[in-house]
Nanobody, 126 residues
Framework: QVQLVESGGNLVQAGGSLRLSCTGP????????MGWFRQAPGKEREFVAG????????DYADSVKGRFTISRDNARNTVYLQMSTLKPEDTAVYFC???????????????????WGQGTQVTVSS
């Protein structure tokens, strides 16, 4: 009964910035490894970023490295994805994901996450 609620998706021009937020349950959020995935129309879901329970370890897809930053604030039960220098190819539905099973470095594989948000739309115009 873990519910993840995403927000922050919007329409933005190329070169702009957005920050996505994902909130989870207050009684267990600190125990969850968190990740962000995205899916564009006609394409498979792909890994974007991930972080460990403490936020001390992070991992990024090559396509977003240097432009996106994942962070978490366990006091607010929230994980963030700060997106800068956005490109049209970043257009996708972005999903927040959580796992109670990942106990090592962040995972890039969606099958290792067992809780998912509903997704938030990010559209980047050229």
């Amino acid at each position: 009964q873990v519910q993840l609620v995403e927000s922050g998706g919007n329409l933005v021009q190329a070169g702009g910035s957005l920050r996505l937020s994902c909130t989870g349950p207050g009684d267990s959020f600190y125990r969850l490894a968190m990740g962000w995935f995205r899916q564009a129309p006609g394409k498979e879901r792909e890994f974007v970023a991930g972080t460990t329970w403490s936020g001390g370890n992070v991992d990024y897809a090559d396509s977003v490295k240097g432009r996106f930053t994942i962070s978490r604030d366990n006091a607010r039960n929230t994980v963030y994805l700060q997106m800068s220098t956005l490109k049209p190819e970043d257009t996708a539905v972005y999903f927040c994901a959580a796992s109670r099973l990942i106990h090592g470095p962040p995972s890039r594989y969606d099958h290792e996450y067992d809780y998912w948000g509903q997704g938030t739309q990010v559209t980047v115009s050229s």
